[in-house]
Structures are given as structure tokens and as C-alpha cells.
């Protein structure tokens, strides 16, 4: 019944996954001070290295990225030489590992990296406060200047050469979940009216300009995208948006990416201006590898996968519940539930 999530699959003639089993990127807020991966995190993620392929926990690109406690980052040596023992010790199990390239925009908070202002696509605040530190409010952002955007995309790629420098197989740009990027993406965030605004091909110009430098630094073969068409985490959707990713689609289809992969946590959720689930609008426009996520087990990810709805299946909060999932599906066992709870510790 779930054979076919075993099966050895091909990303490109460099990378060759053991099966299609993919981690999901989970923030686990457990860098230290100065954001550097410990230990614990190389363990952690080597207990997972017989997915086909670990995403990392979203790690910052540079300082002013940052919105929340202790996740790590990509900018100095000692991260990419903490990184380097993550990378180690999931290579020497037989795994394979990408690195997910993180800004979050006006998601960021100065109180964690001492500055005065956050920067994204418009002045558009996101009401509320930091999770898990309810007294830091959000912030109005500064719109990116050009030159500002320009640096941000010098920072992404150099984030990228940073990670294969750290041992990484490829990177992940985080595009999705209403973070930087995405927020050019969509209406709510980007009130533009330069080359960055206003038009799907200038709002689509920021996500493609990182993709195509970071893949100038480290080639596409090992760049991948995960996209939110639907816009549903820190971010109002707006009818307008679906023309924006028909533009991007396509564009992202001429470019010979590892991967592009969904940002959802529960692909039954349906999208009124996308006609339906945000996967099966992304198949229908984009005929290269899709990953697809959000809510399944086993056995419904597998039957996606049979009936063709996406080529590669990721897998977050039961990988968060059982270190060993592979083992356990492959040899029948029952999974343990996962819990909220289970974020205190890294296991
Ligand atoms: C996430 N998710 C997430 N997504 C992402 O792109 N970067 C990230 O760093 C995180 N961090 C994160 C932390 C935690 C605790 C959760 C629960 C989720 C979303 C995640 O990758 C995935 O899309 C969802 O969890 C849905 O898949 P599952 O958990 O239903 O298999
Ligand atoms: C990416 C960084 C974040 C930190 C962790 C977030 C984890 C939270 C998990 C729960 C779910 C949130 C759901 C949001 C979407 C709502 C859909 C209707």
C-alpha cells in the first residue's frame, strides 16, 4: 500500500533520494545564543537521515531576518561551522540534507537583533505579536528601497554559497507562509508601484531575482522554492493573487529546479480564487517535481502520490512524534501522536 513512498527517485543527474520520503523544514527554536546549530541538532537530524531527503528548520539569511527566539542562522562562520556537524552526521548515516533559506520580512521583530527598524515589501503591518513572546508587538515595516533589494538578494546568495561551504546538498528557498519573499507575492503585503509592484510580473521579480543568484552561486540542481499560493499564515488572501502565481508558475517551469514544494499545514484546505486545494492549482501549472504536504499519513500520501497529485511527499509533525517514521511504516508499526508539548524538547 505505501511501497511506493520507498522507492528510490531522481531529482536531477547530481541528487538521487533513497526514497520519497522528504522532512519537512520545522522551526525548532533551539540554536544558541548566537545562533549556531549545537550538538543536540546534529543528533537530532541524524536520527532522520533515512528520509529521503531532510529540509532544515528555516534559518535566517542575515540578522535583521529574525522573528523569532533562537533559530539559527547561515551569515557567520561559526554557524556554518556548526552547520558542518549537522551536515556530518546526516551524511555519514546515508542521508541527504537541504538547507531552508530564511527573511522574514515584516515578520521580523528588532528585538532580536537590537534594531530600530524591520524592512519589507510596504509599510503593511501584520497585527499581533511574536509567538511564545506575546509582549513583543509587530512592528510597521520600512518598505525595501531598490538598493535595499538588491543587498537582500546578494544576502540570499551568499546565504546559499554559505550552505554548501557548511556540507549542505542544496537549499530551499523559503518562499511561502507569508515570510519575506512571499510578501511581494501577495497583494495584502505589496503596495508597490515600482518594478517590484502592482503587476504579477513585477511582484513575481523578487522571488525569481533570489532564485536565479542563488542559483548563480550553486546552480539550479541544487536550488529549490516552497510557494503559499494561497495565502493563509500572517497574510489576507486577495482574489488578485492567483494571477501572480499563473505568471510565476510557469516562469519557475523553464528554470530546472530540485524541486518546488507547497507551504500548507493541511492540504485539504481549499482556496476559493485558486478553485480548490493550493497542490492540485500548482500541478496544473508547473509539470516538474512537486512536493507535496500538510495533514498526511502514510497511506493518504502515498495514494497522492499513485494518482499522480505530486511526485514527493513531505512529512513535518509525525517526523517531529517519531524519529524512526520510516522504520515504522515500513515494517507496519503504529506512529505516535504528535503533541504540541513535544516542541520543548529535540528528541
Ligand atoms: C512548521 N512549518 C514550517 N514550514 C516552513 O516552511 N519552515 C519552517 O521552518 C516551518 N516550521 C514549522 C514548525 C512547526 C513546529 C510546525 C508544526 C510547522 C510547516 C511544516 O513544514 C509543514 O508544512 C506542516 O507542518 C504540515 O505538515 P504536517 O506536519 O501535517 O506533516
Ligand atoms: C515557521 C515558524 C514558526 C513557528 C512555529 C509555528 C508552529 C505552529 C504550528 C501550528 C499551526 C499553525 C497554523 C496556521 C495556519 C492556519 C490555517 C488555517
Known amino acids: 500500500m505505501t511501497d511506493i513512498l520507498f522507492q528510490p527517485y531522481q531529482l536531477n543527474s547530481a541528487i538521487s533520494l533513497q526514497n520519497r520520503v522528504l522532512m519537512a523544514p520545522l522551526t525548532r527554536c533551539m540554536a544558541d545564543e548566537d545562533l549556531v546549530p549545537t550538538e543536540e541538532m546534529a543528533a537530532y537530524y541524524a536520527r532522520r537521515a533515512d528520509t529521503g531527503l531532510i529540509i532544515s528548520e528555516a534559518t535566517i539569511i542575515r540578522p535583521d531576518a529574525q522573528g523569532y527566539p533562537n533559530t539559527p542562522g547561515l551569515f557567520t562562520n561559526e554557524q556554518v561551522t556548526g552547520w558542518r556537524k549537522v551536515t556530518d552526521a ?28 524591520v524592512i519589507a515589501p510596504s509599510a503593511e503591518a501584520v497585527e ?24 537582500l538578494i546578494h544576502d540570499y546568495a551568499q546565504a546559499a554559497a554559505n550552505a ?42 523578487f522571488a525569481l531575482e533570489v532564485v536565479d543568484a542563488i542559483a548563480d552561486q550553486i546552480g539550479y540542481h541544487r536550488t529549490a522554492l516552497r510557494l503559499s499560493p494561497g495565502a493563509y499564515f500572517n497574510m489576507q488572501p486577495d482574489s488578485r493573487d492567483k494571477e501572480v502565481f499563473d505568471y510565476l508558475l510557469p516562469e519557475l517551469e523553464k528554470r530546472d529546479l530540485a524541486f518546488l514544494h507547497i507551504g500548507i499545514f493541511d492540504d485539504q484546505m481549499t482556496f476559493e480564487h485558486l478553485g480548490g ?20 499519513t502514510p497511506q493518504t500520501g502515498a495514494e497522492a502520490i499513485q494518482s499522480d497529485r505530486f511526485d514527493l511527499l513531505a512529512i513535518g509533525r509525525p517526523l517531529i512524534a517519531n524519529p524512526d517514521y520510516i522504520e515504522r511504516v515500513k515494517n507496519h508499526q503504529p506512529l505516535v501522536e504528535y503533541s504540541e508539548e513535544m516542541l520543548s524538547s529535540l528528541v
Open 164 to 205: 554548501i561551504e557548511a556540507g549542505f546538498d542544496g537549499v530551499e528557498i523559503h518562499g511561502a507562509n507569508g515570510y519575506l519573499i512571499d510578501q511581494f507575492l501577495h497583494f495584502d503585503s505589496n503596495k508597490r508601484v515600482d518594478q517590484y509592484g502592482e503587476t504579477p510580473e513585477n511582484m513575481s521579480r
Open 90 to 117: 546526516v551524511h555519514q548515516k546515508g542521508g541527504k540534507i537541504f538547507a531552508q533559506l530564511w527573511h522574514t520580512g515584516r515578520v521580523a521583530h528588532p528585538f532580536f537583533f537590537s534594531g530600530e527598524e
Open 277 to 296: 486545494r493550493a497542490s492540485d492549482y500548482v500541478r496544473s501549472r508547473y509539470n516538474k517535481t512537486l512536493v507535496g504536504v500538510g495533514g498526511f
Open 128 to 151: 499581533g505579536t511574536v509567538p511564545r513572546m506575546r509582549e513583543l508587538t509587530y512592528i510597521t515595516p520600512t518598505p525595501a528601497t531598490v538598493a535595499q533589494i538588491e543587498e
